[in-house]
């Protein structure tokens, strides 16, 4: 007689996933800590590739200031040469009543002879604004900076020029009657740093100290202050104390 023997059979069930490793599971979308690491780094990442890009672009203006300021002096000269003086500021009103900004003041380097073309007054920067004190610090303002604010000042954001005959009997100053000039760029603030007095540092005006300019060395722009700080570049010629590109660095 056979006996059979009865094995009683359980069949164990798991929950689904059960002994699957975290990273056989399949993740549908992000936790809200991990969204907003995501958008944390995104906008770090934003942040340091505009600064880049603001960076790059000011090395590429002072570098192109440089190269318009050379060309400027470079016809200066030629109108040196060619009539034994350095070109005399013409005054235009209401625009620029004091014959300074270089796209007016220079009409004769562009006419009857071209020395130049008129692209050469350009500066990159812009166009100058106004200072003023207020309180304890400085505000800025795109008007005028010789004169009560006004619309129109340097429209053609030119360079500006200075010779210095024209521009002592300007200001009354005898002392800065040399037969010399400078041409300008008002650098990347944008504002007047006095860098016309550079080579006359004991003229520079007591006013200068409320702006931050306390000596010659202040006028002048240096990038290892910071890519955008105070300063302005520019070129010196004629009987100067001074001569040359002034400002800008290496860049």
Same mark, same amino acid.
């Given at each position: ?114 020395? #130049? /073309? ?7 920067? @812009? %166009? !100058? ?5 207020? *309180?304890? $610090? ?89 890519? #955008? /700080? ?7 010629? @004629? %009987? !100067? ?5 002034? *400002?800008? $660095?290496?860049?």
């Amino acid at each position: 007689m056979n006996r059979t023997t009865f094995s009683p059979k359980f069949e164990l069930k798991h929950p689904p996933g059960f002994g699957e490793s975290v990273i056989g599971r399949r993740r549908v979308g992000l936790t809200l800590i991990e969204l907003l690491i995501v958008m944390a780094v995104i906008g770090l990442l934003a942040a340091i590739g505009m600064y880049n890009y603001q960076e790059a672009q000011t090395r590429a203006k002072v570098s192109v200031s440089k190269s318009q300021l050379r060309t400027l002096s470079g016809a200066i000269e030629g109108y040196h040469v060619d009539h034994g003086s350095y070109p005399i500021p013409i005054p235009s009103f209401p625009d620029d009543p004091f014959g300074v900004v270089a796209s007016h003041a220079l009409k004769s380097l562009t006419t009857p002879v071209a020395y #130049v /073309s008129p692209a050469a007054f350009e500066d990159p920067f @812009g %166009a !100058l604004r106004l200072q003023f004190a207020h *309180g304890e $610090g400085v505000k800025l303002s795109d008007d005028d900076p010789f004169r009560p604010p006004t619309p129109g000042f340097n429209t053609n954001q030119s360079l500006l020029f200075f010779q210095y005959g024209h521009f002592a009997w300007l200001i009354g100053n005898k002392d800065m009657w040399v037969d010399g000039y400078s041409a300008v760029s008002i650098g990347p603030d944008k504002a007047d740093s006095f860098i016309v007095y550079y080579p006359f540092p004991d003229d520079l005006p007591p006013a200068a100290v409320f702006f931050g300019v306390l000596d010659a060395q202040d006028t002048v722009y240096d990038p290892t202050n910071g890519t #955008v /700080s105070q300063g302005d570049l520019a070129i010196f010629g @004629g %009987a !100067l104390p001074t001569g040359g590109l002034v *400002g800008g $660095g290496n860049l």
